[in-house]
């Protein structure tokens, strides 16, 4: 059975300040995060995160509850969409066994216009001490990396493409199409700085998987974000 997002909705006045929860039930939260959050706290920055937000949403005020959410994937920072938290250690363990086999559909705007229109890009990525993401040609420096992609939109400078991310490397969206000479808007560490941008042109748009333990498909889409949308309208 397929889960929109009505389903499950927790009114909004019950919902974790600037994060919107897509769906929850007593295994799993289902979030879209915003660009700018951290999913998971740093030493610099602890309480600023989805992670701590939801665990306080959890906790319902009570700092004694044993109540707490799960890490399951991590979006950067600057990237916004859809995340996934367990409730348990059990369901935790589940989705990340199963997360090859989770469907993971990103929007993306683009500098240029792509050829071919639709395509797969392939690389080892390597991350240096710097904390730079780069493709190596010796497969044994670096961490194989797919990305399938497909323009939805183009304008004279830009690309609407959807990606289908076929491997969850660090950086790999970003980099794989910076190094295909089409850098992401707003990319200010790979891309061309694009000071005027507001954010990083990349959304966790769709997510797709199998519940922990009633085994339901899940399926959840956020559509096209309003200032993507206002992007694409001026495109």
Same mark, same amino acid.
């Given at each position: ?69 799960? #890490? #399951? ?6 990237? +916004? ?41 392939? +690389? ?10 780069? +493709? ?22 830009? +690309? ?76």
């Amino acid at each position: 059975m397929d889960h929109s997002l009505k389903d499950n909705r927790p009114g909004k006045k019950h919902q974790p300040r600037g994060l919107p929860v897509l769906h929850e039930d007593k295994d799993i939260i289902v979030v879209e995060k915003p660009a700018g959050l951290l999913t998971v706290g740093t030493e610099r920055d602890k309480s600023r995160t989805a992670h701590y937000l939801l665990n306080d949403y959890v906790r319902k005020g009570n700092p004694k509850s044993r109540n707490r959410v799960y #890490v #399951v994937h991590r979006l950067d920072q600057d990237t +916004s969409g859809i995340l996934v938290f367990a409730k348990s250690e059990q369901a935790k363990k589940f989705l990340q066994e199963h997360w090859e086999q989770t469907e993971k559909h990103y929007l993306a705007i683009v500098h240029g216009q792509l050829i071919p229109k639709e395509g797969m890009i392939s +690389s080892y990525l390597v991350e240096n001490a710097a904390q730079r993401v780069y +493709s190596a040609p010796d497969a044994t420096k670096g961490k194989f990396s797919q990305t399938a992609y497909k323009v939805l939109k183009e304008s004279k400078g830009f +690309s609407l493409v959807d990606i289908h991310l076929l491997t969850g490397r660090k950086h790999q969206i970003r980099v794989h199409f910076a190094e295909k000479g089409h850098p992401l808007v707003g990319d200010r560490k790979y891309g061309n700085g694009d000071h005027g941008a507001k954010r990083l042109a990349l959304h966790a748009r769709s997510i797709a998987f199998i519940h922990p333990f009633n085994g339901k498909q899940m399926n959840f889409d956020t559509g096209v974000p309003e200032d993507f949308a206002r992007l694409i309208g001026k495109m």
